[in-house]
Nanobody, 119 residues
Framework: QVQLVQSGGGLVQAGGSLTLSCQASGRAFRPYAMGWFRQAPGQEREFVGAISWGYGSTDISESLKGRFAISRDKLSKTMNLRMNSLKPEDTGIYYC????????????WGQGTQVTVSS
């Protein structure tokens, strides 16, 4: 059974940077894609971005392009989210997730990581 374990996050001043990591456990981990979502207090969960596990191509939310980047390392089964020029509105809980196919749901979720950006 696949599990996703997140690390990173914390408190950072506006304009700073953070990197979140998400490592998968389980032998047969060959997802179609992995992704990041976030949820701000009182808000719905929103899509941050995703990466094709095979090709490494990424899809970043339009509003975050230029500041956020996603990478993955197949050997260590890890996906990273690099966040630059952070703003207070980036505050929230960040979740990593994976899906097995093009039309399948995001089915496995990490435990969530708090990111707080102070002004």
């Amino acid at each position: 059974q696949v599990q996703l374990v997140q690390s990173g996050g914390g408190l950072v001043q506006a304009g700073g940077s953070l990197t979140l990591s998400c490592q998968a456990s389980g032998r047969a981990f060959r997802p179609y894609a992995m992704g990041w979502f976030r949820q701000a207090p009182g808000q719905e969960r929103e899509f941050v971005g995703a990466i094709s596990w095979g090709y490494g191509s990424t899809d970043i939310s339009e509003s975050l392009k230029g500041r956020f980047a996603i990478s993955r390392d197949k050997l260590s089964k890890t996906m990273n989210l690099r966040m630059n020029s952070l703003k207070p509105e980036d505050t929230g809980i960040y979740y990593c997730t994976s899906r097995d196919g093009v039309v399948t749901q995001w089915s496995v979720w990490g435990q969530g990581t708090q990111v707080t950006v102070s002004s």
